[in-house]
C-alpha cells in the first residue's frame, strides 16, 4: 500500500514538472525573410494566430536564401521566404514538403531625392538599371542571397547587365538585410532595391523616395513551406503545418489584408490564386 501511494506521489510529481515543459513545446520555428519581420507582418499576425491556436511562433529572420538553408539543416519547422524558384527547388530536392503561395506585393527602387540618373517617376525598371550604370550613380545592393538580392540579379539580368563581370565602385554589396542597405543608401545617397513592405515601415528615410515602381517586372510573390519530417523527424510537423493552414485560411488571409502602415496595405494575400 505504501509503495502504491509512494508510485502515486512520483508520478504526480513528475506530471506537475512535466506540464510546464510540455506547454512550452507547443512553439515553432519559422525561418522567414527579413522583410515580413522588418515591416512588421508578424507583429500583426502572431499574436492572432496564437491567440486561435496557443502555439507561439519563433522567427529566425533571414534573407531566402539563408532562411531555405536553415531550412535545409532541419533548424526550422516552416520556411515563410520570397524567391519561387528557389522554394521550389526546395521541394523538389525533398526538404520540403509542398509550396504554398501566401500573399504579394512589389519591389520598388528608391533612391536619393537629388536624383543623379534622373530616373524618378520612370516605370521601366530595366531602363532605369541601365541609366544607373551607364552614369555610375551610386547602388547599394544587399548581396546576401536573399530574395531581394535574387530579384534585383535577375533584374540586371534582364537589363543585358553581367553584373559580376560589369560592377565598377558605383556598385556596392554590403551582406546584410534590408534595413541595413536602406540605411547605407539613405548616408550614400544611393540606389537599392527594396520590398514596399520594408519602405513603408523604413523609419530612416533621410532624402531617400522612390524613383521607379508600377513595372511587371517588380511583382514580389511569397510563399511558405513546411520542412519535410522525412528528412530531420524532429520537424513538429503538426504544429508547423497548423501555421500554414491558419495563414493560408480566410481568416489568416484576411489578418495579412488588414496590416497597414499610415493606411497603406503593405501585402495582398492570394493563397486560393491558381499558379501564384
Same mark, same amino acid.
Given at each position: 500500500?505504501?509503495?502504491?501511494?509512494?508510485?502515486?506521489?512520483?508520478? *504526480?510529481?513528475?506530471?506537475?514538472?512535466?506540464?510546464?515543459?510540455?506547454? !512550452? &513545446?507547443?512553439?515553432?520555428?519559422? +525561418? /522567414?525573410?527579413?522583410?515580413? !519581420? #522588418?515591416?512588421?507582418?508578424?507583429?500583426?499576425?502572431?499574436?492572432?494566430?496564437?491567440?486561435?491556436?496557443?502555439?507561439?511562433?519563433?522567427?529566425?529572420?533571414? $534573407?531566402?536564401?539563408?532562411?531555405?538553408?536553415? $531550412?535545409?539543416?532541419?533548424?526550422?519547422?516552416?520556411?515563410?521566404?520570397? *524567391?519561387?524558384? !528557389?522554394?521550389?527547388?526546395?521541394?523538389?530536392?525533398?526538404?520540403?514538403?509542398?509550396? =504554398?503561395?501566401?500573399?504579394? =506585393?512589389?519591389?520598388? %527602387?528608391?533612391?536619393?531625392?537629388?536624383?543623379?540618373?534622373?530616373?524618378?517617376?520612370?516605370?521601366?525598371?530595366?531602363?532605369? %538599371?541601365?541609366?544607373?550604370?551607364?552614369?555610375? +550613380?551610386?547602388?547599394?545592393?544587399?548581396?546576401?542571397? /536573399?530574395?531581394?538580392? @535574387?530579384?534585383?540579379?535577375?533584374?540586371?539580368?534582364?537589363?543585358?547587365?553581367?553584373?559580376?563581370? &560589369?560592377?565598377?565602385?558605383?556598385?556596392?554589396?554590403?551582406?546584410? $538585410?534590408?534595413?541595413?542597405?536602406? =540605411?547605407?543608401?539613405?548616408?550614400?545617397?544611393?540606389?537599392?532595391?527594396?520590398?514596399?513592405?520594408?519602405?513603408?515601415?523604413?523609419?530612416?528615410?533621410?532624402?531617400?523616395?522612390?524613383?521607379?515602381?508600377? #513595372?511587371?517586372?517588380?511583382?514580389?510573390?511569397?510563399?511558405?513551406?513546411?520542412?519535410?519530417?522525412?528528412?530531420?523527424?524532429?520537424?513538429?510537423? &503538426?504544429?508547423?503545418?497548423?501555421?500554414? #493552414?491558419?495563414?493560408? /485560411?480566410?481568416?489568416? !488571409?484576411? @489578418?495579412?489584408?488588414?496590416?497597414?502602415?499610415?493606411?497603406?496595405?503593405?501585402?495582398?494575400?492570394?493563397?486560393?490564386?491558381?499558379?501564384?
Amino acid at each position: 500500500m505504501m509503495q502504491t501511494r509512494r508510485t502515486f506521489f512520483a508520478l *504526480a510529481t513528475f506530471a506537475l514538472l512535466a506540464a510546464p515543459a510540455l506547454a !512550452q &513545446d507547443k512553439s515553432i520555428v519559422v +525561418a /522567414s525573410t527579413t522583410s515580413t !519581420q #522588418d515591416s512588421g507582418l508578424f507583429g500583426h499576425i502572431l499574436p492572432l494566430f496564437k491567440q486561435r491556436t496557443g502555439i507561439d511562433v519563433k522567427v529566425v529572420s533571414q $534573407g531566402t536564401g539563408q532562411a531555405l538553408d536553415t $531550412g535545409r539543416r532541419g533548424d526550422a519547422d516552416v520556411v515563410f521566404v520570397h *524567391a519561387r524558384p !528557389q522554394e521550389e527547388r526546395f521541394v523538389a530536392d525533398g526538404f520540403g514538403v509542398k509550396r =504554398n503561395a501566401v500573399m504579394y =506585393n512589389d519591389f520598388v %527602387l528608391i533612391g536619393p531625392g537629388s536624383d543623379p540618373a534622373g530616373i524618378r517617376g520612370s516605370k521601366d525598371i530595366l531602363a532605369a %538599371l541601365k541609366t544607373i550604370k551607364d552614369k555610375g +550613380a551610386v547602388f547599394i545592393s544587399r548581396g546576401d542571397k /536573399s530574395g531581394t538580392h @535574387a530579384a534585383e540579379l535577375n533584374l540586371w539580368k534582364l537589363a543585358g547587365i553581367d553584373i559580376a563581370k &560589369d560592377k565598377g565602385p558605383w556598385y556596392r554589396e554590403i551582406g546584410q $538585410g534590408m534595413g541595413a542597405a536602406l =540605411n547605407t543608401a539613405a548616408a550614400s545617397d544611393a540606389y537599392v532595391l527594396a520590398d514596399r513592405g520594408t519602405w513603408l515601415s523604413f523609419k530612416n528615410r533621410g532624402d531617400l523616395v522612390i524613383a521607379v515602381e508600377g #513595372d511587371n517586372r517588380l511583382f514580389n510573390q511569397y510563399g511558405i513551406i513546411l520542412v519535410n519530417p522525412a528528412r530531420h523527424a524532429h520537424v513538429k510537423k &503538426d504544429l508547423g503545418q497548423a501555421f500554414i #493552414d491558419w495563414i493560408i /485560411s480566410p481568416e489568416g !488571409q484576411e @489578418a495579412i489584408a488588414d496590416y497597414r502602415i499610415g493606411g497603406e496595405q503593405l501585402f495582398f494575400p492570394n493563397a486560393t490564386v491558381p499558379g501564384a
